[in-house]
């Protein structure tokens, strides 16, 4: 097999101070990849990959772009699961990936929030994990600063923040926090734009969504439904008042009942909650799970580059394994896995918080924002999306809700619709057909185009 990976070969640099934050890493020797740690404040380490890409065209009039991708969870890997399972250049058998996103844009993958995959705190101390939103776009923001500052290359290439599930929380307050500090002539940076995969911006509007989305599929009926609802209810009202954490507690709640009353995929309402291909790992016992289960119904439905015929990815293995090897910084005593319960734990009190206003924000600011979500979806049903959609402030909103959509095809089938877009000014939307919750993995050639068309990648 190791005749198929990228070069195992290293070019360690040496620890330096940069812009006041401790930053070291290592590479391959052509260049190709790099990767690191800033120690983005007092015992906080934020672990990076940034690959460049072999398909890079160089164009005056369109810059190559570098695309920054951030996981969900909170608290899930995005150097393992965005990377290794839906974007990246190798899949999980380290077999390469024709759909990789590379063809369009680099790559930059973070581990973030601090204590998420590779990313860790100096003696494991639980109360410097960071509990809101902000406190993460903060820490990313820091990374940023000292990737950025320093580089002439990466400022001439227009950044876009692309990000799935909870993801898009960090995201779209991530983008204010960059904005703020490119104005305050703090980070040099051309952000091209904000990319929302099937997030989860308003809690409210999806709970709102999931049971009568479930009653219209035939998956639930109107005992499920009415008790659904109050708890929706319930929880809209616990917003009102302030009481996160309650929220979350009745979130957790309603999604048993959902469960009970439906025995659906959170992530794709074509399939039962038994088949769940990404089912959420909260516990270390539990390691590799949801991951192996994802990779068989990929191998299944032949998004995946191995044959029907092999094993499941055991995700832990290879990231605790051969990658660990490759990277050679990680520190013995972090051990990667696919969820840290400690990092969703801290952000109780944060998780059910919508982030509408900086969407806002972003779009007054004249950025480019996409929304794409897959049509199967249920967790971050595209019914939520358009709910939330419509408590836009945004003084273009009126003239997109009442544009038509065009629609999508892959490559030269123009037999077969994948998907719709509409777009006015500095926001688009996507809709995906055919993918439930993991977009690029479950229809990743509609994906790529997409993604060329946000980045206006010259490739």
């Not at 204010?176 to 002539?185: I, L, P």
């Not at 972090?334 to 400690?342: A, D, G, L, P």
């Amino acid at each position: 097999m190791e005749k198929n990976l990228l070069p195992f070969l290293f070019l360690l640099f040496s620890s330096s101070l940069l812009h006041g934050y401790l930053a070291f890493g290592a590479g391959t020797d052509d260049g190709s990849e790099q990767w690191g740690y800033v120690e983005v404040r007092p015992k906080g380490h934020l672990f990076w990959w940034l690959y460049k890409s072999p398909y890079r065209i160089e164009d005056p009039s369109k810059p190559w772009p570098t695309l920054l991708w951030i996981q969900g969870g909170p608290g899930v890997s995005g150097v393992g699961l965005g990377n290794f399972i839906e974007i990246g250049p190798l899949d999980g058998y380290l077999q390469p990936r024709n759909s990789t996103w590379l063809k369009k844009a680099d790559l930059l993958f973070v581990d973030s929030p601090v204590g998420t995959g590779f990313s860790y705190i100096d003696g494991d101390d639980k109360n410097l994990l960071v509990r809101t939103d902000e406190a993460a776009a903060t820490d990313l923001t820091t990374l940023l600063k000292v990737l950025f500052n320093g580089n002439e290359t990466l400022q001439k290439s227009p950044l876009y923040i692309f990000a799935e599930s909870y993801g898009g929380k960090f995201a779209a307050t991530l983008g204010v926090s960059t904005v703020r500090a490119m104005e305050a002539g703090e980070l040099k940076l051309q952000l091209g734009g904000v990319a929302l995969g099937n997030t989860w911006i308003s809690p409210e509007d999806f709970v709102f969504s999931w049971a009568p989305l479930l009653k219209d599929l035939s998956r639930m009926d109107n005992k499920g439904l009415n008790e659904s609802n109050r708890l929706a209810l319930k929880i809209k009202r616990q917003l009102a008042a302030g009481k996160y954490e309650d929220a979350t507690t009745t979130w957790s709640e309603l999604e048993g009942v959902i469960l009970d009353h439906s025995n659906v995929d959170f992530y794709n309402f074509l399939l039962d909650a038994g088949n769940d291909p990404f089912f959420r790992i909260t516990t270390a016992e539990s390691k590799g799970l949801g991951v192996d289960k994802y990779s068989k119904y990929l191998i299944n439905n032949k998004f995946s580059t191995a044959d029907a015929g092999a094993q499941p990815v055991d995700l832990y293995k290879l990231m605790n394994g051969p990658i660990k090897k490759k990277l050679k910084i990680i520190p013995e005593n972090v051990t990667w896995e696919e969820q840290v319960y400690s990092v969703f734990s801290a952000m109780t009190g944060n998780f059910m918080k919508p982030r509408i206003n900086e969407v806002d924000e972003l779009l007054a600011k004249g950025i480019n924002v996409t929304i794409y979500n897959g049509q199967l979806d249920v967790i971050c049903s595209t019914k939520g999306v358009e709910a939330w959609i419509q408590k836009l402030k945004w003084e273009g909103l009126k003239e997109f809700l009442s544009l038509e959509r065009s629609p999508l095809y892959c490559g030269s089938d123009d037999s077969t619709t994948k998907g719709f877009v509409s777009s006015y000014k500095n926001f688009f939307f996507y809709w995906i057909l055919g993918s439930g919750h993991f977009v690029p993995a479950e229809q990743p050639c509609v994906s790529l185009q997409m993604v060329g068309n946000i980045t206006r990648s010259p490739n």
